[in-house]
């Protein structure tokens, strides 16, 4: 441990919202920043303890970005310190996410705003595939977990199957197969390395042991977390007893489902958000999904926020208030709510055995498991989102227990499929940013429709 004046609650204050304006580009990105101010800069913990928080993190459902910020943060000031770093990780995309629903209900069908939206939707699909890639690389590592991937997207391609039958399938075949001592199903090292630059336990502020003997901050880790668990379903409980019908009824508790089987990240359960939220509920339309991810894209904050755009836009159609803008940014604070006040709950309730839990040979492979599982997800929602980018016209076919979407071959959107080309070639090809796509996607869409031709 070295020498340097433990920093007050302020100070980790000014930290946290700085992390939180710079955390742009998913889950990597933000990780990565985190990394570079808490371990390379200021040395408050080292590569060790951070990987050990990461790997913790990734057990749980919801964003490990965010749920990492918590942990951190209750590593250095308890229950205040989680709550202060959780809430400011996700409070800038909060107010972006909502501002841009706002400008997006009231002026979508405008032409610049539409012509935005119309390149952003190109550079997601890039982005998406991106996705499918790179968690393909990580997680399947032999052929059973290709196996896994492979059953995955057929039974949500093929068969409609839920995201938690999927989720629960693959937990359940890891599970069975570590504690079958299958060699396919041992547990890898988990993440490499973060940063660039090695920086020891003993090194940092924490140190190599950071133990309160006294099991004070295990203590007030529980009450906080049965405290989260009370504020998230004490409100869906009312909800559903008071109006059972009503719209902020399907909104607490879709995304509270949600909030307990979010694993994979923000791209597996957005196919389950547009299994759901477009398919069943008709809170949007295939594209809107799309538009919704874009806005998460080019924000501070986890990616997981476009479920407020959802939460928002089902509202404004489906409250029938007289003010729908209102409904809708309850509607859109209701999302939010029950998406995050769980993953305080997770964060408070397993931290003080997040050391059992990380060596929990069994629940790791049931891990490794669902991660295969979710490359299979969101290859589907790659494809999903193509169907729905590059043909106006999309039709389902259903052979006995199969069901298709299949495109309108006439309908094809030949400039989304130009645009859709560029932004595949810039990531793939030519490796550039999240926000030089994205940004140069947007610029492309606007001049397109500004053009005539989108």
């Known amino acids: 441990m070295i020498s340097q004046p433990y920093p007050s609650l302020a100070e980790a204050a000014r930290v946290w919202a700085r992390i939180a304006a710079l955390s742009f580009g998913g889950p990597a990105g933000q990780i990565a920043v985190m990394h570079r101010i808490l371990v390379e800069e200021k040395r408050w913990l080292g590569d060790a303890r951070f990987l050990h928080g990461l790997n913790f993190c ?30 400011l990780f996700i409070a800038p995309g909060v107010l972006a996410i909502m501002a841009l629903s706002w400008i997006y209900a009231a002026f979508g069908e405008v032409g610049l705003v539409a012509g935005l939206f119309f390149g952003l939707k190109a550079a997601v699909l890039a982005i998406v595939v991106q996705a499918v890639v790179r968690v393909g690389k990580r997680a399947l590592k032999n052929r059973a977990m290709q196996a896994i991937a492979a059953a995955s997207f057929a039974a949500i391609f093929l068969f409609d199957a839920p995201f938690p039958a999927i989720v629960l399938g693959a937990a359940l075949i890891g599970w069975v197969g570590a504690k079958a001592g299958l060699d396919a199903f041992r547990p890898g090292g988990g993440h490499g390395a973060v940063g660039k630059t090695a920086v020891a336990d003993a090194q940092t502020l ?13 203590r007030g880790a529980f009450k906080a977390g049965f405290g989260a668990l009370v504020l998230w379903l004490v409100p869906v409980g009312l909800l559903w007893m008071a109006a059972p019908d009503s719209v902020f009824t399907d909104i607490a508790v879709f995304f509270s489902k949600l909030a307990v089987l979010t694993f994979g990240g923000a791209y597996a359960v957005l196919a389950w958000v547009a299994q759901e939220a477009v398919g069943t509920y008709g809170w949007l339309q295939p594209g809107e999904m799309l538009d919704g991810l874009g806005m998460a894209e080019t924000t501070p904050g986890p990616l997981i926020m476009v479920l407020q755009f959802v939460g928002f836009m089902g509202a404004f159609r489906e409250a029938g208030w007289a003010m729908p803008l209102l409904a809708a940014t309850l509607g859109g604070l209701l999302a939010t709510w029950v998406t995050f006040a769980p ?5 408070f309730l397993g931290a003080p055995w997040m050391e059992r839990l990380r060596r929990n040979t069994a629940l790791a492979a049931a891990l490794s498991a669902v991660t295969a599982a979710v490359v299979g997800v969101i290859l589907n929602l790659a494809l999903w989102f193509a169907l729905h980018v590059l043909w106006r016209e999309v039709s389902v ?15 094809i ?15 793939f090809r030519l490796r550039l940013g999240m926000v030089a796509v994205l940004g140069g996607a947007a610029l492309l869409g606007v001049a397109l429709r500004l053009a005539g031709l989108s």
């Open 206 to 218: 924490l140190g190599e042991e950071h133990i309160d003997t006294s099991g004070a901050a295990d």
């Open 58 to 87: 990734m057990l749980l459902p919801g964003p490990e970005a965010q749920q990492l910020a918590t942990y951190f943060g209750w590593l250095l000031h308890g229950v205040r310190g989680a709550l202060l770093a959780g809430l």
């Open 343 to 347: 993953c305080f709950a997770w964060i």
């Open 413 to 427: 959107d030949w400039a989304a499929l130009g645009l859709s080309v560029l932004a595949l070639v810039a990531v």
């Open 397 to 411: 076919r259903e052979w006995g227990p199969l069901s298709v979407d299949l495109p309108v071959m006439a309908s």
